[in-house]
């Protein structure tokens, strides 16, 4: 028992781990420290990528969906061309929707534990009459309760930019 619980907390670590090093390699967000020669200078900032906003203060939402059907991409479509003529990634923060224009970011919510993505539409599907969209394989990770799961409930909320 005590050798489990040794292992899931390493795996948690390095999952941590590789993930917080993600985030600060992705980052393009620098803050001056203040010192005393910048205590009245504004700090420096450079808004983040697209692709990783992990919060939704001062997001302007509009509601799209409630209790919509989520489903993730299969390894398979990874490197394939997308239909906005990009590459499928299944590590970015991507998704396939049926009628949303390409472009269009959204914030899917896990309507089980909350957590939410904010992901870009770069696809058309999915080809499931019950699903609304396709997460890439990262985002519905970073959301699911279940990681063996291959669908899930979610809030659908179209951001106003």
């Known amino acids: 028992m005590r050798n ?3 292992v899931i907390l390493t795996l948690l670590t390095a999952t941590f781990i590789s993930c917080f090093t ?10 001056e420290p203040k010192t005393q020669d910048t205590l009245s200078a504004k700090p420096n900032i450079i808004p ?4 990783s906003v992990f919060t939704d203060k001062g997001l302007k939402l509009k509601p799209y969906k409630k209790n919509a059907h989520a489903s993730y991409y299969a390894d398979k479509f990874t490197g394939r061309k997308t239909a906005d003529g990009s590459r499928f ?10 009628k949303l224009p390409f472009g269009t970011r959204v914030k899917v919510t896990n ?23 396709d997460l890439s394989k990262r985002a519905f990770m970073d959301i699911t309760k279940n990681k063996g799961a291959g669908a ?5 909320e179209t951001i106003i930019e």
């Open 152 to 156: 899930m409930k979610v809030t659908i």
């Open 4 to 6: 489990k619980k040794n």
């Open 22 to 31: 993600y985030v600060i390699s992705q980052t393009k967000q620098v803050i």
């Open 111 to 133: 309507e089980a534990n909350g957590k939410f993505v904010i992901v870009k539409i770069t696809d058309r599907g999915p080809f499931v009459r019950t699903r609304e969209i």
């Open 48 to 51: 983040l990528p697209t692709d």
């Open 89 to 98: 990634n299944n590590n970015s923060y991507t998704a396939a929707h049926k």
